[in-house]
T-cell receptor, first 113, second 115 residues
Framework: GENVEQHPSTLSVQEGDSAVIKCTYS??????FPWYKQELGKGPQLIID?????GEKKDQRIAVTLNKTAKHFSLHITETQPEDSAVYFC????????????FGAGTRLFVKA | GAGVSQSPSNKVTEKGKDVELRCDPI?????LYWYRQSLGQGLEFLIY????????KSGLPSDRFSAERTGGSVSTLTIQRTQQEDSAVYLC?????????????FGPGTRLLVL
C-alpha cells in the first residue's frame, strides 16, 4: 500500500547549523509533497510544499528538494534557531484514485543554543 | 479569523463506552479531514469530507468508527465501544476544497485516553 518513510526520527543540531530531513514515498502517482511543523500541544502547520513538476523550492531558511525518479524528497533548514525545535512531518498526496494525504512518522528536531 | 477548533480538548473514557469528537472547520472551507496520531507516531488518515459527502472512508480502522458532517460545516467523529488501542490524539483539518495542493489547516486535536 501507500507508504511514506521519514528519516531520521530524531535530529539534534547546534544553533546555526543546518538540518536535513529525508523522506521516500512508494506511490509513483503522488504529485504533491507538503511539510508540516508541529509544536508541542498544537496541530501541524504547513511550512513549505512542492509539486511534482518542480525540483526545488526555497522560502527564506527553508528549502525542499524533490527527486521523482528516486521517489524521495528532503527538507533543508539552514541557520537553525532554537525556535525551529519541533516535530516535522513530510507527506505525499495525489489527486487521482481518490484524494488522500499519507504522512511520514515525523522527525523530532532539537536545536541547541 | 478563527482557525479550526476541536472539542473536547481532552477526553478520558472507560473501555466499552462511546465517544463523540467534534470539529468546527474554518468558515467557508468545504473540505474536512480526520486524522489519528498515536504517541510518537505520524498522522494516520481516517476520512475526509467534501461538503457533506465522504468519498473516501478507507482509513477508518474498524466499523466502530464513523463520522458525519451536516450542513457542510461541523463534523463529528464517533467511536463506539472504545478500546484501549483507540487512545490517541484525533486531529481535524480543513481546506478550501479537497484537492492536491490545497493547504490543510489543522486544529489543536482531541486527546483521547481509554482506560
Amino acid at each position: 500500500g501507500e507508504n511514506v518513510e521519514q528519516h531520521p526520527s530524531t535530529l539534534s543540531v547546534q544553533e546555526g547549523d543546518s538540518a536535513v530531513i529525508k523522506c521516500t514515498y512508494s506511490d509513483s502517482a503522488s504529485n504533491y509533497f507538503p511539510w508540516y511543523k508541529q509544536e508541542l500541544g498544537k496541530g501541524p502547520q504547513l511550512i513549505i510544499d512542492i509539486r511534482s513538476n518542480v525540483g526545488e523550492k526555497k522560502d527564506q531558511r527553508i528549502a525542499v528538494t524533490l527527486n521523482k525518479t528516486a521517489k524521495h524528497f528532503s527538507l533543508h533548514i539552514t541557520e537553525t534557531q532554537p525556535e525551529d525545535s519541533a516535530v516535522y512531518f513530510c507527506a505525499a498526496s495525489k489527486g487521482t484514485g481518490g484524494f488522500k494525504t499519507i504522512f511520514g512518522a515525523g522527525t523530532r528536531l532539537f536545536v541547541k543554543a | 479569523g478563527a482557525g479550526v477548533s476541536q472539542s473536547p480538548s481532552n477526553k478520558v473514557t472507560e473501555k466499552g463506552k462511546d465517544v463523540e469528537l467534534r470539529c468546527d472547520p474554518i468558515s467557508g472551507h468545504t473540505a474536512l479531514y480526520w486524522y489519528r496520531q498515536s504517541l510518537g507516531q505520524g498522522l494516520e488518515f481516517l476520512i475526509y469530507f467534501q461538503g457533506n459527502s465522504a468519498p473516501d472512508k478507507s482509513g477508518l480502522p474498524s466499523d466502530r468508527f464513523s463520522a458525519e458532517r451536516t450542513g457542510g460545516s461541523v463534523s463529528t467523529l464517533t467511536i463506539q465501544r472504545t478500546q484501549q488501542e483507540d487512545s490517541a490524539v484525533y486531529l481535524c483539518a480543513s481546506s478550501l476544497m479537497a484537492g492536491v495542493g490545497e493547504t490543510q489547516y489543522f486544529g489543536p486535536g482531541t486527546r483521547l485516553l481509554v482506560l
